[in-house]
């Protein structure tokens, strides 16, 4: 693996960078030619477009293969201006989830608003949210569009992306493997769990999500194809 180096020391092309401040931060790759130092703030490329992030220091989790897991690419170091607009992009998206909370409530609609993402390069706005089932939103995306002044997008989301978005601590003691370095759910089975000769009472093998912990797929020894999604 190529390496670049930062603050005298050999930093991966493979960086955490923190893209939400509550979150521990994900795993991007680093555009060539792009000198990186730990605690500063970069423009990353993501599939919701350009979003701020800061490089924290970490050592890369063992996964198998790791290159096609990562979340973005590190474009470039930002500038002052970029800084001041991410902040205030920042204070946007927290402002437009407690509007959504509270109309989402006063419609009587059953989710859960979770995060906003204002992107630096497009005038549109991403909302997650969960719920039990699918709902008319049609009159709340027209009262967020009026307050954001752009285009808004809901997202609603399973209960594993719930607990991606919202972080938190797995039993191990650490962050959560799906707020981390993970993009995509593996199927993960009871089976997994008896291999392994770990206790099958379900408080201890359920993640905070309610389902069967990531961690078992990932400890797992691979016996073909594997695929799908642990919804």
Not at 33 to 49: D, L, M, N
Not at 148 to 163: F, K, M, S, T, Y
Not at 211 to 226: F, Q, W
């Amino acid at each position: 693996m190529s390496c670049i180096r930062s603050n005298e020391q050999t930093v991966p092309r493979l960086v955490r960078v923190v893209l939400t401040p509550d979150l521990p931060g994900c795993v991007c790759r680093v555009a060539e030619g792009v000198t990186i130092q730990v605690e500063g703030t970069y423009v990353v490329e993501t599939a919701e477009g350009q979003r701020l992030g800061r490089v924290a220091r970490f050592e890369l989790p063992v996964l198998r293969p790791f290159g096609e897991r990562t979340v973005g690419v590190v474009l470039r170091a930002a500038t002052a201006d970029e800084q001041a607009r991410g902040k205030e992009l920042a204070r946007r998206e927290r402002e437009l989830v407690e509007f959504c909370r509270r109309r989402a409530r006063e419609l009587n609609l059953p989710m859960r608003p979770i995060a906003a993402v204002f992107p630096l390069d497009r005038n549109e706005a991403y909302v997650s949210f969960a719920a039990e089932e699918r709902i008319d939103f049609r009159e709340l995306v027209r009262e967020l569009g009026r307050y954001a002044h752009r285009h808004v997008e809901l997202r609603q989301v399973g209960v594993r992306d719930q607990a991606r978005l919202s972080g938190g601590w797995g039993p191990c003691g650490r962050a959560l493997c799906c707020a981390t370095f993970m993009t995509r759910f593996s199927s993960v089975t009871i089976r997994m769990a008896k291999a392994q000769n770990i206790s099958l009472n379900p408080t201890r093998i359920s993640g905070m999500c309610g389902r069967l912990m990531c961690c078992l797929a990932h400890e797992a020894v691979p016996s073909g194809p594997r695929g799908g999604h642990g919804e």
